[in-house]
């Protein structure tokens, strides 16, 4: 006899999962200076006769693969430091968070277009390395992960001429990023779509005046005796 499925019967059901303990998105930007990354062609963007000039920035591997930014060799994390734990006082409530540092690695490749006179060229750099140093006050207790991804990217550049000859290009980012501390969990809940909060910053203590002596200085009186 074929068993009939169960019409009306519920199952209590458990999953593993990430359980986001903390979640905020930060801003960063860096710079960096990319030397001789024109072959000796005699093509050059500080060269006369250059127009269409055109140059970007293109998030890679350490190869220099293009890689978007949801992919997981876009970034890579190191944890540095220990967890230092210190006390906020939020909506009037006390929330211990701690001290995590890391450093943020990524590579990207520039890429140069444009005509010289009649010749269009393309040019495109070696990949290079971004390292930042990086730190967030986070829900991040013993047993948690680190994970950050990087959300918005945008990239300007300077070149440096030195007469008709490119010497070198200025590289500017600006960027985005999702940070969220995770551990595993096995789980029972009806989940509703989370929000990043706001970020928390350490803020320094108001300048503290020394108590004064108005009894003797300055007089409002007669002179002390």
Do not use: H
Request: aromatic share 8%; proline share 8%; charged share 15%.
């Amino acid at each position: 006899m074929q068993a009939q499925p169960l019409r009306g019967a519920q199952e209590l059901l458990c999953i593993n999962a990430e359980k986001i303990y903390d979640w905020v998105i930060l801003q960063s930007s860096d710079s960096q200076t990319v030397i001789e990354i024109f072959p000796a062609e005699g093509f050059s963007p500080c060269a006369s006769g250059v127009t269409n000039l055109v140059t970007t920035c293109v998030l890679t591997d350490s190869s220099g693969t293009p890689v978007s930014l949801s992919s997981p060799d876009a970034v890579s994390i190191q944890e540095i430091g220990t967890r230092e734990s210190r006390q906020f006082m939020v909506d009037g409530a006390v929330v211990t968070l701690q001290d995590v540092s890391w450093i943020k690695s990524f590579y990207i490749v520039v890429e140069t277009t444009g005509i010289q006179g009649t010749t269009p060229f393309l040019f495109r750099s070696q990949p290079v390395l971004f390292e930042i140093p990086e730190s967030a006050f986070l829900c991040a207790p013993d047993g948690t992960d680190l994970l950050v991804r990087i959300t918005e990217f945008d990239c300007r550049t300077r070149f440096r001429c030195l007469g008709r000859n490119t010497a070198s290009i200025d590289v500017f980012i600006n960027l985005c990023q999702s940070v969220q501390t995770f551990a595993n969990v096995t789980i029972e809940l009806e989940a509703e779509f989370c929000q990043p909060r706001d970020i928390i910053n350490e803020q320094c203590p108001a300048p503290i005046v020394p108590p004064q002596c108005p009894v003797i200085f300055p007089a409002n009186g007669p002179a002390a005796r």
